[in-house]
Nanobody
Framework: QVQLVESGGGLVQAGGSLRLSCAAS????????MRWYRQPPGKQRELVAA???????NSADSVKGRFTISRDNAKNTVYLQMNSLKPEDTATYYC??????????????WGQGTQVTVSS
């Protein structure tokens, strides 16, 4: 079985920083694209940033210049460095990854979520 486990959430003041981590474990042949989503209270889940196995990234306009996605392929881990946090960044952050547990069988997996709260 494949698992994604997030860590690094918490409470921070506006203007502060947090670094989220998401580690994949279990039966893994290859990890393709890894992503961070967030779901603010009462709103829909939205894509924050994504990174392919080759290193190509994209991010939402709302976080450009403040959030950076990176990954350590040797550790099967993706990170989200969040700087200059704003109260509107408050959300549950979810890790998502396209993983081949078996070669050529690509499936999407989700982490359990980690809460980020930014106080004004």
């Amino acid at each position: 079985q494949v698992q994604l486990v997030e860590s690094g959430g918490g409470l921070v003041q506006a203007g502060g920083s947090l670094r989220l981590s998401c580690a994949a474990s279990g039966r893994i042949y290859r990890i393709n694209t890894m992503r961070w989503y967030r779901q603010p209270p009462g709103k829909q889940r939205e894509l924050v940033a994504a990174m392919t196995s080759a290193g190509t990234t994209n991010s939402a306009d709302s976080v450009k210049g403040r959030f950076t996605i990176s990954r350590d392929n040797a550790k099967n881990t993706v990170y989200l460095q969040m700087n200059s946090l704003k109260p509107e960044d408050t959300a549950t952050y979810y890790c998502n990854a396209d993983i081949e547990a078996v070669r050529y069988i690509n499936m999407g997996y989700w982490g359990q979520g980690t809460q980020v709260t930014v106080s004004s």
